[in-house]
């Protein structure tokens, strides 16, 4: 069995594989004596169920779009907890669980519902070695469910509301470089019993709604970065100007700095141009401000290029062709500072009306038929998450074998590598937003204030982590009459975010 969603399928490795697929050493887990993981029985195993081993779990770079070398997985074993709602941080741990699986599947070890009223704490330890002394220093999170707050040596580092989106904290105050340091990581889950988007989980599963995902349930990392750096990325293909848009985003000591963009196909140089980022920063006003004033060591900066793209070759279901990207940062006198990796497809989307005056998608000005499957995205080993890498390329792969171009995402939003493997293996994304019971559909109105705001941050970070996507065509601000409010209104929000696809502001009521 694989996913319960689609069928299952095999294909050859991708090249990307070896560009993308860096697998970082697995630092050893926190030592203590408590009881040891051990894989649960579920009612079904996948094929991949066995080859899941805590050395070597999710060892593959998670963010495709924005990748460097330099960095430290932290999936594994963490020992862990489960306490009262109201109880302060714990003193002691009774078990090992794996990450990144939810605390329910029979992946994590443990296999047990997170009930509203408690709260699960990991710990592990890990020490960053000597070459990262004088960079910053990074923690991601692929994605927790639901709440968060992280903790250094016992020192609150932030928090993050949201089981979808990912998030990062600048930890490099806390970090020292060979010295042993412990992450505790501080999750409560409301799960279906509140108004925050939780998809298809329940704590009661049943017809069409599935076993809850709660906490830490994507890869987290560490990565070490340059004092300036290259934050984001944002990719926007133009078709009729031949040319890619690209805007970058760096966080950069308060000074002028190049950015050079070099766009390959098939590993031959297409496009080759640079830019001067951050050269307001070095005005004397902001020097005087922000640096003399305001002491700032780090600010936010961007810079707009276009790459020309001659004989585009554009992306599409038949032929997913990927130009790889290399940005490159460097100071004043030529030193470079940060590279990162990316790819991009070209590509066009648009609502248009076919010769017999239906409406249709067009991709790359054609009206293309959209033979698809609902894709719910659940796993009977990990639940949330995939066993492997390899079983999320599986799933894409035989969704293609039976002849489909299109995948519904389901009310659910995957990791960064399904969507890569969704571009490099060529199938079209209709991405809907996580339900919740933030609205009511019948006054067309949200729960309070509160489910509102934490909905539109929600949906707006994973517009902008999924942005470059060349896959997704289509954003589904609400599935059916599940938790929708102020439905015209906020298609219309999402479509100023992404003007470059279809906005579906409700997947309809049967």
Request: hydrophobic content about 40%.
């Amino acid at each position: 069995m694989g996913n319960v969603s689609t069928a299952l399928g095999i294909g050859m490795m991708s090249k990307y594989a070896g560009a993308f697929d860096m697998a970082a050493k697995l630092p050893a887990a926190h030592a203590l004596e408590i009881k040891a993981w051990q894989l649960q029985k579920g009612i079904l195993e996948t094929k991949w169920t066995s080859q899941v081993k805590p050395d070597s779990v999710w060892a593959e770079y998670p963010r495709p779009m924005l990748a460097r070398k330099d960095w430290i997985n932290l999936n594994g074993l963490w020992d862990y907890r489960v306490s009262g709602k109201s109880d302060a941080r714990p003193s002691s741990y009774g078990g090992q669980i794996l990450v990144p699986f939810p605390i329910e599947s029979p992946l994590s070890g443990v296999m047990q519902p997170l009930l509203p009223d408690q709260k699960l704490w990991y710990r592990r330890s890990v020490t960053t070695p000597d070459s990262w002394k004088g960079q910053r220093v990074l923690l991601h999170f692929g994605a927790v469910d639901w709440q968060s707050t992280i903790y250094i040596d016992g020192k609150e580092m932030g928090s993050h509301r949201g089981g979808y989106d990912g998030f990062s904290l600048d930890v490099t105050g806390a970090i020292t470089p060979g010295t042993q340091h412990e992450i505790v990581v501080e999750v409560w889950d409301p799960s279906d019993t509140s108004w925050n988007l939780h998809g298809k989980q329940t704590l009661h599963p049943a017809g069409c709604s599935y076993t809850a995902s709660s906490g830490i349930w994507q890869t987290v990392w560490l990565e070490p970065v340059p004092q300036s750096y290259i934050e984001r990325l944002v990719t926007a293909p133009d078709l009729q100007a031949k040319k890619l848009r690209l805007t970058v985003q760096g966080r950069i000591v308060p000074a002028a700095y190049t950015v050079r963009a070099v766009a390959k196909a098939a590993g031959k140089i297409v496009a080759d141009v640079s830019g001067t980022i951050g050269a307001e920063l070095a005005s004397p006003e902001i020097q005087d401000n922000l640096v003399k004033f305001f002491k700032a060591t780090n600010s936010w900066a961007a810079l707009e290029l276009e790459l020309p793209i001659k004989t585009p070759k554009l992306w599409s279901p038949d032929s997913p062709f990927l130009y790889d990207l290399t940005v490159i940062l460097a100071d004043s006198s030529g030193n470079i500072l940060d590279t990162v990796e990316s790819y991009f497809g070209m590509r066009s989307v648009k609502l248009g009306t076919d010769d017999q005056g239906y409406g249709r998608l067009f991709l790359n000005g054609e009206a293309v038929l959209l033979p698809g499957a609902l894709d719910q995205g659940f796993w009977p080993d990990g639940v949330y998450l995939a066993p492997t890498d390899d079983a999320l390329r599986y799933d894409i792969e035989w969704a293609k074998e039976l002849g489909l171009n299109t995948l519904r995402k389901h009310v659910k939003i995957e990791c960064q590598r399904w969507y890569y493997w969704a571009d490099k293996l060529g199938i079209l994304v209709f991405q809907d937003m996580p339900t919740g019971n933030c609205g009511d559909p019948q006054t067309d109105r949200p729960t309070s204030p509160e489910a509102a705001d934490q909905w539109r941050t929600e949906v707006s970070n994973i517009i902008q982590e999924k942005y470059n996507h060349p896959s997704i065509v289509c954003w589904t601000p609400f599935n059916e009459a599940f938790g929708g409010f102020d439905y015209i209104r906020n298609a219309a929000w999402v479509k100023s975010m992404d003007s470059s696809r279809l906005i579906n502001e409700s997947s309809g009521v049967p």
